[in-house]
């Protein structure tokens, strides 16, 4: 056998087993970097003049939740052709790994989502605390994109719109940040994918369970966002200023970022039930949120910051 790349496996040809490892467990889609924000990649998307983009965040879909499904079906379908949608984490309840999107249930929801990227819908969706292993395979039974980080949504000389799941804003949980850091290594992200299907879902019921136990011991304070991670967006040239958005804690909110200078808001997306099938509309008119099928031009409750831990 001759020595051409062509003869080579795939691993040596790709720059060593580590780097081919790791592009198992990477996205599909490929955008520039702008910048990182807490740890966060962070990318920006340029909108058209009239372009209305829906939002949604933490819909936490399970197949045997079929009103849910149907919800969110509903949703989708009232989007016109070309119309842009951005889930911010925490599509599935949970995702392990390509496994799952073979299995029964699990492919249908699939199945849902690429009849509207074949109408003509783009859907984007970005990693949450619960499937952070979409990926790849994900992308290509769909039609979606998945973005391992954040979204900057930019309208010409308007005020951007910056998109995060949210975990990354809530310091004061200490014991989640170090767990999220362990999990989310590609030694363990690929470990997870490796595993049959049977295996890492109980590995996955089993670590909800673990963590519903500590969120009910956890003060509640200590799940919000934290004043310092926000005061460090009005550190970032290229991001501010800008609005901030995101999901995570389950909770429609808006309040103010604190620090000095121009001003600066930020909102949070409920999670999506059945009935209300909250989420948000960003067009011309700015941010709307929407929930059972009217408007809320307060955006939920006013919500302030836990305070930094010590």
Known sequence: MGRGGGSRPRWIRGGGLCSFWRRQVAEMVNLPVLTRFLG????????CEEEEVLLV??????????????????????RPAGSL???????FDYWVGPPQGRAP????????????????????VLHGNRDYQLGRAFER?????VWGGGLLLRRGEERPL?????????????????????LRSWPARLLLRSLPFALSRRLADRARASSRKKIAKTPPESMLPTRGALRALRKEPSLFPCDLLFGHIHRASHGDIPGEGEPGRFFVLPSFEPGEAGHALFGRSGLVLVRGGKDDPSFGTFLSPAEDSQ
Not at 40 to 47: N, P, Y
Not at 107 to 121: A, D, F, I, T
Not at 162 to 182: M, N, P, S, V
Request: some cysteine; proline content about 1%.
């Open 40 to 47: 966060t990649k962070l990318a920006a998307l340029s909108l």
């Open 141 to 145: 039974r769909t039609g979606a994109k």
């Open 57 to 78: 965040s933490d819909l936490h879909l399970r197949p045997e939740e079929e009103e849910k499904r149907a919800a969110l079906e509903a949703l989708l379908a009232g």
């Open 162 to 182: 910056l998109c995060l799941h949210g975990d990354e804003l809530c310091l004061a949980d200490l014991a989640y940040q170090k767990a999220k850091r362990r």
């Open 85 to 91: 949608v951005l889930i911010l984490g925490d599509l």
């Open 105 to 124: 249930g699990w492919k249908e929801l699939q199945e849902l989502l690429r009849r509207e990227c074949e109408r003509g819908l783009s859907l984007w």
